[in-house]
């Protein structure tokens, strides 16, 4: 029961980061854009023109509400982390480094949503870079210490999705945005990592409870 509350809380983590994006977006006077706009503009708590990194408007009325998002989808995160236990994972060092790396982007988006870009913005880039290279940092990981018993896609997508956050990362902060755009970019950076969390939670609660349990660590489903 534990373990399927885990994943449950990344489920709903992740869901009420979509609907309040959704909710704080359409509260915008001049349109939202996915392709000129950071996610961290939702969040802004001064109505301003930014330069940096690239040219924008931003004024989001319901930014309070984005920040509680943050907040919620980390704090979420982080108890998915810890609820799940060592059941997704194979056993071994490696499996709990992919699991404390996954929690830190877990405390980045806790960050993010305490510290606005415009309020704090070292503490809020801080929280990025928990999220962008730790947190996919920890999905390539996770691409070699999913246990076996779970779909090879899973396993083998995990550690793609990582790969290709990581990429688009170094493309964003190099400012080669590949025609996607400054938020476009940005949102190929982060959003795979929430992606992973949906799938995996939905494939852990549709899953019989012992089917997740973990397995011993002397049999060979756990060995690295």
Known sequence: MRVRIGYAAWIV????FFVVHWITESAWDRPYSWAR???SDLGN???????EPEPRSICSPEHGLMNGSFVALGVLLVVGVALTGGAPWRGGRAATLARLLLAC???GFVLAGLAPADVDENLHVLGALLIMAVGNAGLVLAGFTLAGRLPASLRWGS?????TALAALGLFL????LGLGMGGMERVAALP?????LTVGVHGV??????WRRLPNNSPATRI
């Open 159 to 163: 550690g793609l999705l990582g790969v």
């Open 45 to 51: 708590a001064q109505c301003a023109l930014q330069a």
């Open 206 to 211: 549709a899953r019989p409870g012992e089917a």
């Open 13 to 16: 983590g992740v869901a009420q």
């Open 37 to 39: 706009n950071n996610i």
């Open 105 to 107: 982007a877990g405390v």
């Open 174 to 177: 190099s400012h080669h945005y």
């Open 193 to 197: 990592l929430l992606f992973w969390a």
